[in-house]
DNA sequence: GTAGGGTTAG
């Protein structure tokens, strides 16, 4: 025996040592593969596993492939870890690709190799496929082991195919505990909820995932009674458990259940259940508290995941926290967080939304992969810009890319052509929906037409659309009609426009808002108030003002007739100076329009200033350089309008405002939506 | 077995 020999276990030990550490350079991860390819010695089955999982940890799916290539005895089972890691750390591209390999490397294919795929069938929603390879496994002839019938059990669950499942599941010869927890699984997801709950009774042996997919079972059906019984009536709680109940309680709407729950875990918790909090918060718009909840993470030292990130990416969009929003990128680059494209997703919408259409344009080119969400968002985010042509360009340059537009594609795009005036591309798109496209248009593309047309003052032509849409026309479309006969100023069309709206829907509340702004616009305050008086008496409920700005990563807020601010009393003395300075360069403030305009469903006109107001001169008094960005909640106000134009000029800042609708970028006494919004 | 993404018109 010569002295290598002797070596190889100590050398396949520290290579073993090596690949079992959490990270892996690129330079290690080279040096690994050359010592194996040139040492068939050291081909074994364990060794070539623990590779190709670093490489799936590194996210260097291609040197495995390379490394299999090279192999001196390539067996089934380095090829089937190969697809198995594809599809538990890939994007769903790759993992039949290896397949293909596989098979080109005259390797045979066996039970464990269709079973990794019907998971990544599973996993990517690959429908055709997997029932494809459930013909191959029959003409093959394999033996359906348990394993591989609760695979497919697990697949036709995830296709809804409860037919398919169940043939599966009564062929079964016998039963294991997981093969039971699929086929509840299944039944829950096809929302047979008492043959799930009878297979649970008779079920021999209960582990803790079968109680706790009984709990989402009844979670998913908005049960959460039925669901808190289960939880508590089992015996094997485990932090899943908990977690399950938690999301049930959040998708439900009942957040402060969910809290107390979270609270009563104390250390028990996991990423998960953080994760769960924080999405749930953003679920129930609670964006300030997911916020503080990640701060809590952190205090308590738990590692934010891709999930906790695509959570709070969405909570920074909707308050419109660009600096918070900025930190978590620079986190997500700094902790190599695998941006794909839901998270990809999250910071282009969170980039838009936060009035930085730039960066969100950097994010979408920079992502290796595009779905139709991330599509869909730059289309919105170029048209609520005001960039109309550009989303127009991004929709063809997708349509370059085979990504099939969706009904939403063409709510943004359309819109987009609105707020920038494109009226006879508007029309092109519009026409070619069904045609061209296969999207049947909705109610809300018909939304979007009227709103086209009537913006650019063809009244005529909207109402011709209004009246021979196949679909009924609901109050927004009409309103959207009635918005456009008050910009141009045809009362004889708004009148009859009001009528049709109060036949069609006398009980909306939103009508009254309409109504209201009719009699407004012809000076007949008198039914004004009549108006106003019907909705209180209806109880028609309006959303009070809100706006928000964000100074040094905290997010001000400033609601309607709320006066807590620390600083309010300066806030309060600097709007003075400006309103005053306004008055001086010939500034009337629209105390008409404040007083009897609902237009924007709020009364800020019981308080001084409406809150736009407020958070812009508390901005001009704490940013010294760079845009003011401020977010509010409604519409923004004709008088408001006019006022942050003149307050962009007089103080020399941009001002961008988002408000319910879109971004008005003010800059040197103009407003990038020309006035009209 | 538990957690994450997009939209319009008033």
Redo the contacts with the bound molecule.
Sequence with gaps: MNSTHRNLPSIADRILFHLQKSLINLRQLQQVQAQILTNSSLQTNSLITHFLSSCARSRKLDYASHFLHNLRDPTSSSWNSMIKLSVESGSGQEFMGFYQKMLLDNVKPDAMTFSSILRGCVTFSKISLGEAVHGLILKMGFVFDMFLQTGLL?FYGKAGDLTSAKQVFDEMPQRDVVAN??MI?VLSKCGHVTDAHNLFEKMPERN??SW??MI?CYCKLDDICSARTIFDKNPVK????W??MI?GYCKSGQIETARELFNRMGSAKN??TW??MI?GY??CREFAKAVLMFQQMQVENVKP???TM??LL?ACAHLGALDMGRWIHAYIRHHNLKI????G??LI?MYY?CGSIETALEVFHGLSRK????W??II?GLG?HGHGKEAIDAFLKMEEEMIRP????F??LL?GCSHSGLVSEGRQYFSQMIGVYGVEPG???Y??MV?LLGRAGFLEDALKLIETMPIKP????W??L??ACRVHRDTKLSEQVTQRLLELEPH?G??Y??LS?VYASVNRWNDVEICRRMMTEKGVRKTPGCSSIEVNNVVHEFVVGDTSHPRFAQINAFLDEIVKELRDHGHEPDTASVLHDIDDEEKENAVRYHSEKIAIAFGLMSIRQGPIRVVKNLRVCRDCHEATKLIAKLFRREIIVRD???FHHFRDGFCSCKDYW
């Design positions: 697990d927890n699929a699984a803790s995932a706790n997919c989402t485990d932090v899943v458990s977690n399950a999301d990423s998960v994760n769960t999405a953003v679920q995941t891709e999930v695509v959570s969405s794909d494209v839901v998270l997703n999250a919408d939304k779905n139709v969400y991330c869909n968002s919105t609520m969706d009904g939403v594609t709510v943004g819109s109610i809300e593309h939304g979007c709103d609901n109050s927004i479309v309103g959207s009635l918005r909306d939103g009508n808002v309409f702004n319910r609708n879109r």
